[in-house]
Every structure is written in structure tokens, then in C-alpha cells.
């Protein structure tokens, strides 16, 4: 119960959105992030249940990536075989979207990225505006190549117009190969074993086994998510909101 929920509450609202950025989604409402984690608790409880089923039949306490195939099969969700050194190689190659950095360039006219604290001459920075607005000031002592020039000024970050963002990392989640996580491996193994015990206190998951249960379940909801932004641009919206996400589960359902 409250573990359940503290696992829970570790896949935050950025992991989310990636899925979304993967599905095409370009703005997701807050109240769309508590279902659509309601969504995945409940899909992953009927997966599991399956595969322990599998696992069980087969007189043994670890589940396996077979036992997985099978389960997602029943489903009919079925994943194409590969080889499981593969999809590490595959997984292992994915990065996530580029922090924007500042520059040190940027932040100041005449400082340099191999300038530091103890070699950076700050007479270059900093300026004493009654010196600068006198006759008497010398600028050659200040300024590197001479003349008269003004003090250099901060430049102004530039700002790009809304949704241009976005769309980028759309395009750079969409670039991806379909084995990149997008949630964090840790709190999604923690929540996979936290379920798997309501079932069976003993059983235990290999590595392959946990992987193919999560791209399982990205693949999933990047579907639901995908059909969701048609139900929002069949309403004239462009906000995805929890009714969306609820109308294409009672299609799926019927």
C-alpha cells in the first residue's frame, strides 16, 4: 500500500513527458500524469500476473525473458525475438536530450572558457562608471588592443518562441530506437518486484526479464499516449487532458 505508492511517486512527471515527446505530444495536462501512472500500475499488475503464471507452470522462482515473451503473447502483445545482448547494446547507446549549458563566453565580454578565478584579470570585468564617464580615463590599460571602447556589457540570452523547444525534442525523441527507456530504470524495477509480490513473495526477475517488461509497457503507453493526441485534435484541442486518455482505454476495452 505505501510502498506502493512511494515507488509510485518516484516516476516523476519528466519521465512522463518523455514518453509523450515520444508519442508526439506536444503539451500534456497536469492532471493527465496521476492517470496515466494509475494506467501503468494496473496494466503492469495483469502482465505480472501472467507472467508469474508462466513462471510457475514451468517449476521455477526466477522469471525469465521467455517467460515474459510468452505472457506478452497471451496478451497479444507480442515482442519480435532478438538477441538479449542486442537490445543491451541498444539500451546502453541511448542518451537523454542535451541540458542547455551557458557558455562562459556569454555570460561576459573578454572572458574566455580557459580563464579561471585565479588567472582572470577582473580589471577587464568590472569598471568605475565616474572614471569612465571622465576625459582622463584610459581605456589601453583596460581594454586588450587599445582605443577608445566602451566597457563590455552582459549579452542578452536569446529566446526562442514558444513550442520551438518542443518540437525539437519531439524530433530527438522520436530519433530514438524503440529499445531507449525513457523512465528510470531503478523506481520501475522497484515497482515491477513491489506488485510482483502481492502474487508471490519468493519469486525473482533476471535482468532480461525486467527489460523487456518495461519496454513492454513504454510501448504501451506511448500507444495509448499517441491515440490520445488524436482524440485531442479530433476535440480542436492541443492540451491532452485525462478525459482523452480515458475515452481511447473504454475503446480499447470494448
Do not use: W
Not at 572614471?131 to 582605443?147: C, I, L, M, T, W
Request: glycine share 4%; proline share 4%; aromatic share 10%.
Amino acid at each position: 500500500g505505501n510502498r506502493l505508492l512511494f515507488v509510485k511517486s518516484n516516476i516523476k512527471n519528466s519521465s512522463i513527458q518523455r514518453l509523450s515527446y515520444k508519442a508526439g505530444i506536444e503539451s500534456l495536462s497536469n492532471l493527465a500524469y496521476e492517470e496515466i501512472r494509475q494506467i501503468l500500475i494496473t496494466y503492469l499488475k495483469s502482465i505480472i500476473n501472467a507472467i508469474i503464471v508462466y513462471t510457475k507452470n514451468a517449476n521455477r522462482k526466477t522469471v525469465f525473458d521467455l517467460d515474459v515473451r510468452y505472457a506478452l503473447k497471451a496478451k497479444n502483445r507480442p515482442i519480435a525475438l532478438g538477441d538479449s545482448t542486442k537490445i543491451q547494446k541498444q539500451i546502453a547507446k541511448c542518451k537523454s536530450y542535451p541540458s542547455k549549458t551557458r557558455s562562459k563566453k556569454t555570460q561576459m565580454g573578454g572572458f574566455h572558457e580557459s580563464d579561471t578565478i585565479d588567472n582572470f584579470d577582473h580589471s577587464q570585468m568590472f569598471f568605475d562608471m565616474n572614471e569612465v564617464n571622465s576625459n582622463e580615463y584610459d581605456f589601453e590599460n583596460h581594454v586588450e588592443g587599445g582605443g577608445k571602447k566602451r566597457p563590455p556589457y552582459p549579452k542578452k540570452s536569446y529566446r526562442h518562441r514558444p513550442g520551438t523547444v518542443t518540437l525539437r525534442k519531439i524530433k530527438y525523441y522520436q530519433k530514438q530506437s524503440g529499445n531507449c527507456f525513457n523512465l528510470p530504470k531503478a523506481p520501475f524495477q522497484r515497482l515491477i518486484r513491489e506488485i510482483a509480490t502481492q502474487y508471490d513473495k519468493n519469486i525473482r526477475f533476471s535482468p532480461d526479464a525486467l527489460n523487456l517488461i518495461q519496454l513492454d509497457a513504454e510501448n504501451y503507453l506511448i500507444d495509448l499516449l499517441a491515440n490520445a493526441k488524436l482524440q485531442t485534435i479530433h476535440a480542436k484541442r492541443v492540451r491532452v487532458t485525462p478525459k482523452d486518455i480515458q475515452m481511447i482505454m473504454m475503446i480499447d476495452n470494448k
